[in-house]
């Protein structure tokens, strides 16, 4: 998710490219993969380069049910402004002012790495309790068996008896 923009740092403001996103992200330092595809737009501002990216990212989520790991397909646009830490005809180091900070930079050597704003976007569009599909039927309760294949031996016990009795006890009395 690298991008060379020094030629168009050279370039006046308003000069853009488009490039297409197909490629696999670390989502984090473990082997979780952000799948991002879409669009990239840079455009040259007068301090750096906005950029718009419309992605879809398959996000490898863990279900809040039965906690497989599936791919979450999340839906982002990103616009951010990255400014550059370097200028670009006289190679002097640029400050990047205060209030900036927080901001996404464009390194040394005038590349500009998507990684880190694709990462950030797929961690706060992730659903809070994802499923891996609507109905699905999660962890038995006692023995931790996935239910949806197939049902373990646990389903088939018994209410605790002293609830059959009430039970029975209020069946009586709407009867
Ligand atoms: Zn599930
Ligand atoms: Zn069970």
């Known amino acids: 998710m690298h991008y060379n923009v020094a030629r168009l740092l050279k370039e006046p403001v308003g000069s853009t490219r488009t490039y ?9 330092d473990g082997d979780a993969f952000i799948f991002p595809q879409g669009q990239l737009s840079l455009m ?9 990216a419309k992605v879809v990212m398959k996000v490898l989520v863990s279900c809040s049910r039965c906690l497989k790991i599936f791919p ?3 839906n982002v646009v ?24 927080g901001s996404f930079t464009i390194d040394q050597r005038h590349i500009l790495d998507l990684t880190e704003a694709l990462r950030q976007y ?14 699905c039927l999660g962890l038995c309760h006692i023995c931790g068996a996935d239910r949806n294949s197939g049902s373990c031996s646990c389903e088939e016990e018994t209410a605790d008896p002293r609830w059959a009795t009430l039970l029975k006890l209020k069946e009586h009395s709407i009867g």
Request: net charge negative.
């Open 72 to 74: 979450y397909p999340v």
């Open 44 to 52: 040259r501002t007068d301090k750096g380069v906005w950029v718009e």
């Open 78 to 101: 990103i616009q951010e402004e990255y400014l550059p830490t370097v200028d670009i005809n006289t190679g002097q180091s640029l400050h990047v002012p205060e209030r900036e900070e």
């Open 20 to 28: 297409g996103i197909s490629e696999s992200v670390h989502a984090d």
């Open 122 to 135: 797929a961690i706060t569009n992730q659903p809070m309790k994802p499923l891996c599909y609507q109905d």
